[in-house]
């Protein structure tokens, strides 16, 4: 049992700021690695502590303080994700496929997205993630935690099971 942890989760501030000194420069260098930006790092830092601070009543004493404070960078860091994508140049419309040699258009769009519905959550997950909202493989292996060629087959099998439903 870690008794930083412990002083975190019975509403310690010195425990508090004893994580955060000890731990601030990994998480931010995590979070550089991932942005390229010493300010978005930084926030995303702050998002991390801030979340911990708050959540501090779910804390597993048993496990690690890093075990704690990467599980909420990974959460961090996929919210980042969203809300980048969101404020990119070209807006996507809601059920709108974003235009790009890849994007099918032969296939109707209310008839997709009905058809989709039929798919397991997962691959309707993958799918819109891809086609509507424009994530790459990469970036959709690394919001799901999945190998790229696991997300190169779901996107496939989908789009091969929505063309025979369509025909």
Not at 9 to 21: D, G, I, L, S
């Amino acid at each position: 049992m870690d008794q930083l942890l412990l002083g975190v989760k019975n509403n310690e501030e010195p425990a508090f700021e004893q994580v955060y000194k000890l731990k601030r420069e990994k998480v931010l260098a995590f979070f550089y690695k991932k942005t390229r930006s010493v300010d978005d790092a930084a926030d995303l830092m702050q998002s991390v502590f801030f979340r911990f601070w708050k959540y501090r009543h779910t804390i597993d004493v048993y496990a690690t303080i890093d075990q704690h404070l990467f599980q909420l960078a990974k959460h961090v860091y996929i919210d980042y994700l969203r809300t980048s994508k969101r404020h990119a140049n070209e807006p996507i419309e809601a059920h709108e496929f974003p235009a790009d040699e890849n994007n099918y258009d032969y296939l109707e769009r209310e008839s997709v997205l009905y058809h989709l519905k039929s798919e397991a959550p997962l691959n309707q997950r993958i799918f819109l993630l891809n086609k509507l909202h424009g994530y790459s493989y990469q970036q959709i292996a690394h919001l799901l935690s999945m190998p790229v060629k696991s997300i190169d087959n779901y996107i496939n099998k989908t789009l091969k099971r929505l063309r025979k439903k369509l025909n």
